[in-house]
C-alpha cells in the first residue's frame, strides 16, 4: 500500500511550502504505479487550485500493514 504526498511552494517565496495528501478515494493505493499517477495528476492540479503555488515535488511512501495512514 502507498500513500502520495505533495510539496508545494509559494511562487513569490519558495521557502513557504506545504505538504498535500490524497483524499480521494481511495486514499491509499496498492501499486507504486497507482500511486504515482495521482501524485502526477494532483500536481497538476495546483495552479488550478491554489494559483500562486507550484508542485515542487511528490512522494508514494510505502505503508506498513497494520498502520493507519
Given at each position: ?24 478515494y ?44
Amino acid at each position: 500500500m502507498f500513500k502520495v504526498l505533495v510539496t508545494v511552494c509559494l511562487i513569490a517565496d519558495p521557502t513557504k511550502c506545504m505538504f498535500i495528501e490524497n483524499t480521494e478515494y481511495p486514499v491509499v493505493y496498492d501499486t507504486f504505479e497507482a500511486c504515482k499517477a495521482r501524485a502526477l495528476e494532483i500536481g497538476s492540479e495546483v495552479p488550478i487550485y491554489l494559483p500562486k503555488y507550484r508542485a515542487i515535488r511528490w512522494k508514494c511512501s510505502k505503508i506498513k500493514e497494520g498502520k493507519f495512514t
